[in-house]
């Protein structure tokens, strides 16, 4: 089993499902398997939510004031076990708990998952990647069509739910695309942070 929970510069990470709708070209996970404190982050198979529980249950959360569920995977291809998880955390834990994800969660399961996210989850970061849907097709490479107005349309929805709710970035784009990434996110009044790639 590889690391569920794991810190990387005094944060905490939930890696729930090494699932994902996208093949991102910078993913980190085509360079290396671990990050942090974790040996591994590949699953050689899907946690179940015992063992979810069981990875909480063992961690002293004491010193932290988020967990991020984030993984080696888009969380929310585990939908029901990122929920349960978090409604876990929230019970025993009264820390904060962030999203981050691609933002495709509605195209993924075609209904707004907005709703039962927002319930067990205070933010979301999500990945916005390129400022044209054309640009976010070549990077992200992902499983759907018009997976970019969906993710814009995933970030609005969000605005009115999450309490913070903020698109990322990293670093290796061109400054005329941050630009303009810049721009699609004050377009909609949301926070852009503008990550480094490591
Ligand atoms: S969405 Fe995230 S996990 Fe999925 S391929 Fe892209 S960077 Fe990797």
Redesign the pocket.
Known sequence: MADILYTYKNQVYANITNR?????T????SLKGAVGDAETLWHKTEPTLAEIKKAIDDFDFTNYNELVFC????PTCALDNLLASAAYVKKKHSISIRLNT?GLGNLYHNRNIIPELAAVIDNVSI?LNAPTAEKYEAV?RPQFKNAYPALLEFASLSQAEFQHTQFSIVDILPEDEIAACQKVADDRGISLKIRKYS
Not at 20 to 24: D, E, K, M, R
Not at 26 to 29: A, K, N, S, V, Y
């Open positions: 994902c709708n996208c093949n991102c910078f993913c980190i996970r993984g080696y995977g888009e691609n990945s992200t």
